[in-house]
């Protein structure tokens, strides 16, 4: 299905978003480190809807920050009620990392909450650089500033450059679900695999790695050195009130 833009502004006017989380778990204890966010639309006629259904269309209409804001705010609500050093990962579209107001909203935001900005980490893809690099990158200092974490999504797809994690202050860096997913067929996706986690300990970021599905993958990213994982094999992303369950006994691989 087609979702319009008038669609999309009766579905925010009628709040049917929500943030769904997924977890993130430290691969070498198998412990909970955090969520992700991830945007759903509990449509009235459609069920729910996937962001391929909405986020590009939200770009373009310049609702995205209107719909971030309303993640964070239902996500910092409910971490009050999470173990304090669980993380939570949300993902900024490329050019909302040109707006200069996206490091006070989030601030104003967590503030209402009590919120500490070091429990949160802003993942974003790397053609948020394309446009202008000096601009994402004073976003991102600015929101570094706050205490933020930084994350380098979907590392290796798209035009990845070194340049940009010379450029920019990142700590985390995110190995695509596409690699992951070939590491345990193809000896060059495994090796690809190993010089990005090599990449990133020599940077200094942690390195986690995506859509881990299978016990056998846990097993060689962690042999590998990656840190942490995501992915079905730890869990789906689930509504809210599912996340008590989920903390008190956290994923199992
Ligand atoms: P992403 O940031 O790379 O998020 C990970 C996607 O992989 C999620 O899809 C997640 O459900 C899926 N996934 C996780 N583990 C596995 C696995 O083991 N196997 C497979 N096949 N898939 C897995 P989702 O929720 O459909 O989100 C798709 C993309 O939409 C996200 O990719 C992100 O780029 C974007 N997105 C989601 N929420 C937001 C948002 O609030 N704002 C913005 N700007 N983009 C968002
Ligand atoms: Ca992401
Ligand atoms: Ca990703
Ligand atoms: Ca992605």
Not at 45 to 69: C, N, R
Not at 96 to 106: A, T
Not at 163 to 189: G, N, W, Y
Not at 193 to 217: H, K, M, R
Request: hydrophobic share 45%; glycine share 10%; net charge negative.
């Amino acid at each position: 299905m087609r979702v319009g833009a008038d669609e999309l502004r009766r579905g925010l006017q009628c709040d049917e978003f929500e943030p769904f989380f997924q977890p993130i778990v430290t691969l070498c204890t198998g412990e909970l480190a955090g969520f992700e966010i991830l945007a759903r639309w509990r449509h009235p006629e459609h069920g729910i809807l996937l962001p391929d259904h909405f986020i590009a269309l939200a770009e373009q209409d310049g609702t995205i920050g209107s719909l971030t804001g309303i993640l964070l705010a239902r996500a910092f609500a409910i971490a009050g009620s999470l173990p304090p050093h669980l993380r939570l990962s949300v993902n900024i579209s490329p050019h909302q990392l040109h707006d200069f107001l996206l490091p006070p909203q989030i601030e104003s935001l967590a503030g209402s909450f009590r919120f500490p900005l070091s429990r949160l980490v802003i993942e974003i893809t790397e053609s948020a650089f394309f446009d202008n690099l000096e601009h994402a990158r004073a976003v991102t200092l600015e929101l570094k500033k706050l205490g933020c974490r930084i994350a380098l999504d979907d590392f290796g797809t798209g035009y990845s450059s070194l340049l940009h994690l010379q450029a920019l202050p990142f700590d985390e860096l995110k190995i695509d679900r596409s690699f992951v997913h070939s590491m345990t067929k193809h000896r060059e996706s495994r090796k690809i695999v190993s010089a990005v986690i090599g990449l990133g300990q020599s940077l200094g970021l942690a390195t986690i790695a995506e859509g881990v599905s299978t016990p056998e993958e846990a097993g060689l990213l962690l042999g590998l050195g990656c840190e942490a994982g995501q992915g079905w094999l730890f869990g789906k992303p689930v509504p809210a009130d599912q996340l008590p369950a989920l903390v008190q006994t956290p994923p199992q691989p």
